[in-house]
């Protein structure tokens, strides 16, 4: 799945480089001083916004797998390659055969501390301040 933020993050640091590479050439010492200048700026703030992307990633979720104890969970054979212990820690086993859904690495709401839904509205937010359109769902 790509990530639509961090995809217009990285298409506008390669439109300012390509911009700035265009303009540097041709100018005289001190505009293309003050130019770079605004283009380190503008850098800087594109690291800030990754950085809180950073915060911000999708986490799939997944159902159970079938195990030797447990046969019926998923229609994959106990040993298949879909399964994969739950990175928390809790021994379980899943199934990528078997997407739930998705929820924010960091986001929780605030009544029961559950994880918020993926896109949550921090990325949902970044990502309309730099493309204008919303995420995709999922």
Not at 10 to 37: C, W
Not at 44 to 54: C, F, I, N, Q
């Amino acid at each position: 799945m790509t990530d639509d933020a961090r995809s217009a993050v990285t298409r506008l640091r390669e439109e300012m480089i390509e911009a700035a590479n265009k303009l540097l050439p041709g100018l005289d010492p001190v505009r293309a001083f003050a130019a770079g200048g605004l283009h380190a700026s503008a850098m800087k703030a594109l690291a800030g916004v990754e950085a809180a992307l950073g915060h911000h990633e999708r986490v799939g979720l997944y159902g159970n797998a079938s195990t030797e104890g447990e046969p019926g969970n998923c229609p994959h054979d106990p040993d298949s390659d879909l399964h994969f212990e739950d990175p928390d820690g809790s021994g379980e086993w899943l199934c990528e055969g078997r997407p739930e859904g998705a929820v924010c690495s960091s986001c929780v709401d605030g009544e029961g501390g559950e994880r918020v839904d993926w896109p949550c509205p921090e990325y949902e937010g970044i990502l309309k301040a730099l493309t204008g359109k919303a995420a995709g769902h999922g």
